[in-house]
Every structure is written in structure tokens, then in C-alpha cells.
């Protein structure tokens, strides 16, 4: 491991909240890491207060904070097409006429899905798939105006991410072939969704930015480079990917021309769970073609990459685009899994314009699972400056909001009880987002399938 003089002199900081008891380490120069924020000059905020219980055991906010039900699983659909599907997870806002809001959201079903996402003509690609998205119009008091199929008969679709042309890349998190599980054609592609009107992206898999156990992607709004994360369930463990575009920021259904996958390496790193240390840094990240994108015989990431191999992550989950970097999650990674080393999530940033990649979050290890901090999967950036986290762990489940001292709170605690009284379970949150004024979060609970709208002072 190598650090640059630069980072090895920056100061350090690891902040606990003794009253949430979750450990996070940072780097110094945190300002970047929070950068695009609309209030990006009030980050020094600890949070919104205790979490107060609900009353009608759905959602704990903070006071002052409320939230509307927009859609749970098994209700009808507006349209009229079906039932609402269930395993709510990644999603996305987009604006809509007279202040309204477009949300877009996955239905991570696989083949014995408990609610399919309808099939409808036009938007189906596989019969015999049972996830794709919904799709929701808002007003801009977050009142439900239509909700409908946005594409069908794809599966898993795990998360995804936001173009900057207003559509949603949807992911499928699976390698499954035609003729697995029923299913009629090949998975584990990208598929664009509009919005507004889906039938104007169709089902089209974007075969081009490869074939694998798809997570998120982040766009490069500048160049129109496509970062995607993978989360392989086994050794070896995903990787990280860059889509250079035959038509980049070439708009709605460009990345149907193709271009170039790539797969990072980090020379002398084959895992980066072995990295512990926030701060550290590499130079030089090079970027390796993928030899089979469509993995027709062999899934990519057991694919040889050359005498140097390649660099592989457990649990590779969220990405987004912050100020001129790119940031990706691993979740977690467990030694007697096959990682090299244990965490309890990282966050790395990728700078593009100096190819050098820096590890800037770790969370944990002393992470008590009944409390926020831990595990961290979708990731989002908060109007009221830092991040906006779901939790993907066990215990109790948050959506938890991280400042840039590195201090954790609580934003949101589901309330929903799976389990049993004496073994109580609840779902996993999913899919945070903000309205494009940032004033209202989205968030999933993936099971039972419940979409909400939580507004209060986020600025305060």
C-alpha cells in the first residue's frame, strides 16, 4: 500500500457517537467527499434529535419530522395493471410538470417473487421475469396522481441510478442464463427507463456494459462515463467497472450504440478489503478491458485480465457522483467468506482526472447492530449536507444520516415487525432519495414492500 505525501499529512479523524455507539474513520478533506450538496456550507449539524416511536408501527422519525404512505405492495396500481409488486429497492426522483415529482422504483424479485411486476405490452422482456419498476407521479404536496408499470419481466432488479438526462438505469442483480429458472432469455444486463413515459425506452437490454451481477452505476456528468458496481455473492468477489459510451451524454436511448467495458485495477491490491486505513491512497488505478462483456462462457469476473489480474470487492453496493468523483460502497466484507480482511463497510472515491482512488469511510468495528451505522447500502447525498445511508445489516433497521465530522444519527428506525414477538425481524430500507428541492426523502422498505415520502426541517 502506498499513500501520496499529500494524504499521508492530511489530518485524520475518527469520530464516535458515544450515545449511537458506531465508530467511523475519515479523512481529512471531507469537504470533497460531501461536494454537489445544496447546502453544502451547512454540513456542521448532528442530526434531527431521538428517533420517536410510531404509533401506528410503521415509520420512527425525529420530532418535527412526518411521513406519507405513497404505496405498498399488493394494493392496486393506479393503472389498473395489477398489483403493486413486492421487494421495493433501489429508486430515484426526478422532476415532473408544476412542481410534481417523477419516482422510479426497483422490484428486486427473483424467479419465486411473492408479487410479479405485471407483464405489459411494450415493456416486457422476458415473460417469465418477475421483477422490473413501478413508476410514480407526484404532486407537489406528494400526493400519488398515477402509479404503473415502468418495465417488466426483467429480474432482480437491485438498484441502479439516475442519468443526467432524466432516466433510470435499472440493474440486474443476476448472472442467470435462458433456461434457468424458468426464465426465456439471458439476465444480468442494464435497462433504461423513462420516467415519464416508459414506452418511449421500452425493454432493451444494454448488452454493451456487460452481463453480471449488476448493483448501481453513477454517470460522469462531465464525460458521460458510466461507473457500475457488481455484488457477486461468492469468490472471487465483484469488481468495479467504467462503460465509456460509443455516444456519451448523447441522451435518452444513446447507450444502445455501445461502447467499451472496462474493469479496474489497483496494481498490488487484489481485494481491497485488506485496506483498513482511511486516507490511504493509489496513484496510477488503471483500467482493463473486460475480454467477454456478455460472459457467454465464463461470468467476467473469473475472466483473465492478464499477468496483473484484477481487483476484486465483497459486497460491492451503492455509487453516485459527488463534485468531480465518483463513490462506491462495499457493504461489509467477512474473512471467513473469502475476503482478505473483516470491515463493516467502506466508502472509496474515485478521481477520474488524476486516476487515483482513496479510501475515505470505514465504519465500524465496534458497530452495535441494534443501532445505526453499520453496513451501509444505498447512499445518497442530503440537501442538508452529507449522506443519507439504508443500512443493509442485521438488528434493528435505519436509514442513518453521517456529517462530515463523522458523526452517525439516526434519521429513520422501521418500525414494521416481520418476525415475531420474541424474535422480532424487520425489513431492510432501500432506495433513498430526495425530491429535486429537497424537501422531501424517499425511502423503501423492501419487505412487506412500503414506499415513503418523509418531509420536516431539513435544513433546520
Known amino acids: 500500500m502506498t499513500m501520496s505525501s499529500h494524504e499521508a499529512t492530511r489530518r485524520q479523524v475518527l469520530a464516535r457517537t458515544g450515545a449511537l455507539g458506531a465508530g467511523i474513520a ?13 447546502a453544502a456550507q451547512s454540513l456542521g449539524h448532528t442530526g434531527y434529535g431521538p428517533l420517536v416511536p410510531d404509533p401506528d408501527g410503521l415509520l420512527d422519525l425525529p420530532r418535527g419530522f412526518r411521513y406519507r404512505v405513497l404505496s405498498r405492495e399488493g394494493d392496486r396500481l393506479r393503472s389498473g395493471e395489477g398489483p403493486v409488486p413486492s421487494n421495493h429497492d433501489g429508486m430515484s426522483a426526478f422532476p415532473a410538470r408544476h412542481g410534481g415529482v417523477h419516482l422510479v422504483r426497483n422490484h428486486e424479485n427473483r424467479a419465486d417473487g411473492r408479487v410479479p411486476v405485471p407483464t405489459v405490452e411494450g415493456l416486457t422482456y422476458d415473460p417469465e421475469g418477475k421483477g422490473g419498476c413501478t413508476a410514480l407521479t407526484l404532486d407537489s404536496r406528494n400526493r400519488v396522481l ?4 415502468a418495465i417488466a419481466g ?3 432488479n437491485c438498484a441502479g441510478g439516475p442519468t443526467p438526462w432524466h432516466t433510470w438505469l435499472t440493474c440486474e442483480e443476476t448472472e442467470d442464463k435462458a433456461g434457468t429458472n424458468g426464465y426465456t432469455k439471458d439476465h444480468g444486463f442494464i435497462f433504461e427507463v423513462d420516467p415519464a413515459d416508459p414506452h418511449r425506452t421500452g425493454a432493451v437490454p444494454l448488452t454493451a456494459m456487460g452481463r453480471f451481477q449488476h448493483e448501481a452505476i453513477a454517470v460522469d456528468p462531465g464525460r458521460g462515463v458510466v461507473y457500475e458496481t457488481e455484488d457477486a455473492f461468492d469468490r472471487p468477489f465483484g469488481l468495479f467497472y467504467r462503460f ?9 436511448g444513446s447507450l444502445r450504440a455501445g461502447g467499451r467495458l472496462q474493469a479496474m485495477r489497483v496494481p498490488g491490491v487484489p481485494d481491497l478489503s485488506s485496506i483498513q486505513e482511511t486516507g490511504a491512497t493509489f496513484d496510477g488505478v488503471e483500467w482493463v478491458d473486460v475480454p467477454d462483456p456478455l460472459a457467454a462462457g465464463t ?7 492478464g499477468r496483473g489480474g484484477i481487483t476484486h470487492a465483497q459486497k460491492l453496493e451503492g455509487c453516485y457522483w459527488g463534485g468531480t468523483c465518483v463513490y462506491f460502497v462495499s457493504s461489509f466484507a467477512r474473512s471467513d467468506e473469502g475476503s482478505a480482511a473483516d470491515h463493516y463497510g467502506q466508502i472509496w472515491r474515485y478521481d477520474p482526472e488524476r486516476r487515483r482512488l482513496t479510501l475515505v469511510i470505514v465504519f465500524g468495528p465496534d458497530t452495535d447492530v441494534q443501532l445505526p451505522g453499520e453496513s451501509p447500502d444505498n447512499i445518497c447525498l442530503a440537501p442538508s449536507g452529507g449522506l443519507m445511508v439504508c443500512e443493509d445489516g442485521e438488528g ?3 436509514v442513518f444520516g453521517v456529517t462530515r465530522r463523522g458523526e452517525v444519527y439516526a434519521m429513520a428506525r422501521g418500525a414494521q415487525n416481520i418476525g415475531t414477538p420474541d424474535a422480532p425481524e424487520w425489513g431492510e430500507f432501500a432506495g433513498v ?3 429535486p428541492d429537497g424537501d422531501t426523502m424517499y425511502v423503501n422498505c423492501y419487505t412487506p414492500g412500503t414506499t415513503f415520502a418523509v418531509t420536516g426541517p431539513w435544513r433546520r
Not at 398515477?146 to 408499470?149: A, D, G, K, P
Not at 465509456?244 to 435518452?252: A, V, W
Open 146 to 149: 398515477s402509479e404503473r408499470v
Open 433 to 435: 432519495t430526495f425530491s
Open 396 to 398: 434493528a433497521q435505519h
Open 26 to 38: 475519515f479523512t481529512g478533506a471531507l469537504s470533497e467527499l460531501f461536494a454537489g450538496t445544496a
Open 299 to 305: 461470468p467476467i469476473r473469473f475472466q483473465d485480465f
Open 244 to 252: 465509456l459510451p460509443r455516444k456519451p451524454l448523447g441522451g435518452r
Open 154 to 156: 426483467t429480474a432482480v
